[in-house]
């Protein structure tokens, strides 16, 4: 195990086999789906484990819930209720998670006391705390490390003032992207890096009884936010995928309009986040608004605006969140859409399979091929694979 006390050095390989997003810790989730439904065998399941734990788990600072430890143990977690000699395994992983969050914790507290901006890799769901605290939902519940982050959560939910200016606690001095520039830094909106991702965690753990100080609290300043910034068109209502900043002061955001339905950063995602909140909450009026703005999502002509069949930005995304949001719904026109949506996950990828990466769950096969497995049943996922989206 490498940690912060005792570095090993990966080679690039390594690095790669253990990442959830692309590497084989994803395929392996595909094949280990495959082989509690029947259409896979675990001896295939098997081997794409070894191939992501062949080298040593990183369970350095760096790691989260889509890198290193925290990915491993999310895979194998997934496989050790069959397969009870991945228990031994499991439970050491746990450890190592718990401990780095520990380690996690104690850094954000520092940035907190400095007075800060957050960062993505600090918070956000794919390598920060909340991606950690996601898996620790799932198997440490009643942890005293999963109420801290809990704590630390409502935190970022607490407004900060900076040059005369109120920003919300999540705003990071960084730019969303690298070619994307937000002078000042930005508030983000997504299931990845912003306020979906954690007003979706909060919901999570509210709906299963994990629940601390000022957690309600800071569910309504979420939801709240939402509200301010949501925008209408005729193809229902969205909200941007950012603020910067400028947008911040003149309280207008500079996106015309709606970005192509996504998980990530699209309505679809957004609209999960609040409809989880809602039903955390007993929120009836938001739960009907968010599922009316989840189906006006899924119309064609919204459909048609997405180029490729991943999970993160693709059908493969939306497939999965509106059939998660879907069994929650009162509103049946998510329902209705599903077939048509599955029909489109399949053309999607067959049209362009060239294009996706062969391996990895966010953009490449796996993903695409765990929505199917989905889509292609009545009942939800055996392992439980798109806890890791947050869609829950």
């Known amino acids: 195990m490498n940690s912060d006390i005792d570095l090993v050095m990966l080679t690039a390989d390594e690095a ?13 989730l595909l094949h280990i789906e495959r082989a509690w439904t029947g259409s896979g065998s675990w001896e295939t399941a098997r081997s794409h484990i070894r191939l992501a734990t062949a080298g040593p788990v990183d369970a350095a600072g760096h790691a989260g819930l889509y890198y290193g430890a925290p990915a491993i143990a999310f895979m194998l977690h997934t496989a050790a209720d069959r397969h009870p000699h991945y228990r031994a395994a499991c439970e050491a992983l746990d450890e190592h998670v718990l401990s780095l969050a520990r380690r996690r914790l104690a850094t954000a507290t ?33 942890s005293d490390v999963l109420a801290e982050i809990l704590r630390y959560v409502v935190t970022l939910t607490e407004p900060r003032r900076q040059e005369g200016i109120e920003l919300p606690g999540w705003w990071v001095g960084h730019d969303p992207d690298e070619i994307l520039s937000t002078p000042g830094g930005h508030a983000n909106f997504g299931m990845a890096h912003g306020a979906a991702g954690l ?20 569910i309504v300043v979420l939801t ?4 301010r910034w949501q925008q209408d068109s005729a193809d229902g209502p969205w909200w941007p995928q950012w603020i910067t900043r400028e947008e911040l002061r003149t309280g207008h955001p500079a996106q015309r309009g709606p970005g192509r339905p996504s998980w990530c950063y699209g309505t679809v995602g957004i609209a999960r986040a ?24 899924l119309t064609e002509t919204q459909l048609n605006r997405i180029t490729e069949p991943g999970l993160c930005h693709g059908t493969a995304g939306v497939y999965q969140t509106a059939y998660r949001a879907a069994r929650d719904a009162w509103n049946p026109a998510i329902s209705r859409n599903l077939a048509a949506l599955a029909t489109r996950l399949t053309r999607h990828a067959r049209l362009l399979g060239d294009q996706v990466e062969e ?29 890791c989206l947050l869609i829950a």
């Open 16 to 28: 790669t086999s253990q990442s959830l997003a692309r590497g084989a810790a994803g395929t392996a």
């Open 110 to 142: 520092g940035r907190i006391e400095r007075g800060e901006p957050t960062t993505f890799a600090e918070f956000d769901l794919f390598y920060g705390l909340t991606g950690i605290g996601a898996l620790l939902l799932r198997r440490c519940p009643g």
């Open 199 to 218: 007003l979706a965690f909060l919901a999570l753990a509210t709906s299963q009884g994990c629940v601390v100080d000022g957690q309600n609290e800071a």
């Open 224 to 227: 709240d936010w939402f509200d």
């Open 274 to 297: 609040q409809q989880l909140a809602a039903i955390a909450t007993g929120d009836e009026r938001r739960q009907e608004a968010a599922e009316k703005a989840l189906a006006a999502s």
């Open 359 to 387: 391996g990895g769950l966010l953009t490449g096969s796996a993903g695409v091929g765990l929505a199917w497995e989905t889509a292609c049943r009545t009942e939800p996922p055996h392992t439980g694979w798109d806890a």
